[in-house]
């Protein structure tokens, strides 16, 4: 019995500090189409995506580089984010509002970065090619 209930604990308890590498590696699968990210952690849109969606998608880009190489800082500051999306100071302050307000990402210690990868995975689902 134990050993099923640790099995099911393991199955249904997920920590995303030991992220499946099958999982990661499904989700930078998904994301080198639209976005790369240098061993520095800099992020280069390479599509044009609706402004609704940069903010997530660089956010995203940035939390899964991070959990494929430590030594890539998991938070942006907001004048990296503003850099890297190349949006306009108010459509910029609009959908970083958006991102907070809809609990995509959170301010720790002056960065930014998403809440957990669930989110990611979600974002990640809806995202099309004609985006």
């Known amino acids: 019995m134990t050993n099923d209930f640790e099995t099911a604990k393991k199955n249904f308890i997920i920590d995303q500090e030991e992220y499946s590498r099958p999982k990661l590696t499904e989700l930078m699968n998904k994301l080198y189409k639209w976005v790369k990210v240098t061993k520095e952690g800099q992020l280069i849109l390479l599509k044009k995506i609706p402004t609704r969606k ?7 880009a940035r939390f899964i580089a991070h959990l494929a190489s430590s030594e890539i800082s998991v938070g942006l500051s907001k004048e990296e984010l503003k850099a890297y999306s190349r949006l306009q100071d108010n459509v910029f302050s609009t959908r970083l509002s958006e991102t907070f307000r809809d609990k995509f ?3 720790k210690d002056g960065l930014i970065q998403i809440k957990n990868i669930f989110l990611i995975e979600q974002f990640l689902g809806v995202l099309k090619d004609g985006d």
Do not use: G, T
């Open 54 to 60: 940069v903010l997530r998608l660089l956010i995203s």
């Open 105 to 107: 990402a959170e301010e």
